[in-house]
């Protein structure tokens, strides 16, 4: 069974700082990468993908992918109290893998 | 642009049961995925249809069946409802034929089994 894992959370940052989540595959074949957000009751957003190795930057989030260490981030800078959601990390290999989410917590 | 779309919103079952959730991709994806997700767990896979055909399949038993139409509009079907069954149905749209197939979701399914 191919695996993603995710922390669980709750990840609790200030407003203003930065929220680092990260995220482990066990694919080694998995060639796309993907950031989901998930409000409460609400289905999964999309925040961006990334597919090559470094770093991938969409306004407040950067994305990084390590293949040799099978390891993708996500960064959000000046976080703020809206971004606070379930975030999962999704993969694409034979079929789409997705973790159980990391729950962010941005305190004002 | 009209995003995915999903139909009924919500729905309550009893175990034995069937049920056929409704699937409608954002405009121009030709690729339906559906998922389950139970409450504070990550979506599963549950199967993926492309030209009209079950392309890849997860672990799911043969309860849970799908289609596709030519318009690119699929169905779930599941059959002799479990209480397990009770969970988000999620129904996600892509462009197939390769690339990063980039998955785009609907607002979902909530089914409830009693």
């Known amino acids: 069974q191919k695996e993603v894992e995710q922390n669980s959370g709750p990840l609790s940052v200030p407003e203003g700082a930065i929220a680092s989540l990260n995220c482990t595959y066990s694919?080694?074949?998995?060639?796309?990468f993907f950031w989901y957000r998930q409000y409460s009751g609400k289905s999964p957003e999309l925040i961006m993908f990334?597919?090559?190795?470094g770093d991938k930057e969409d306004g407040r989030f950067t994305a990084q992918l390590n293949k040799a260490s099978q390891y993708v981030s996500l960064l959000i800078r000046d976080s703020q109290p809206s971004d606070s959601a379930t975030y999962l990390c999704?993969?694409?290999?034979?079929?789409?893998?997705f973790g159980p989410g990391t729950r962010l917590s941005v305190l004002p | 642009d009209a995003g995915v779309t999903q139909s009924p919103t919500h729905l309550i079952k009893t175990r034995g049961q069937q049920v056929t959730l409704r699937c409608s991709p954002k405009?121009?994806?030709?690729?339906v995925s559906w998922y389950q997700q139970a409450l504070g767990q990550g979506p599963q896979f549950i199967f993926q249809?492309?030209?009209?055909?079950?392309?890849q399949r997860g672990n799911f038993p043969d309860r849970f069946s799908g289609h596709q139409f030519p318009n690119y509009s699929s169905e779930l079907n599941v059959n002799a409802l479990l209480l397990g069954d009770s969970a988000l149905y999620l129904c996600?749209?892509?462009?197939?034929?390769?690339?990063?197939?980039?998955?785009?979701f609907g607002p979902g399914t909530r089914l409830t089994v009693l």
């Open positions: 996600a749209s892509s462009l197939g034929g390769g690339g990063p197939d980039t998955q785009y």
């Open positions: 694919d080694r074949g998995s060639q796309s």
């Open positions: 990334i597919y090559s190795n």
């Open positions: 999704a993969v694409r290999g034979q079929n789409f893998v």
């Open positions: 405009s121009g994806h030709d690729t």
């Open positions: 249809y492309y030209e009209e055909e079950e392309r």
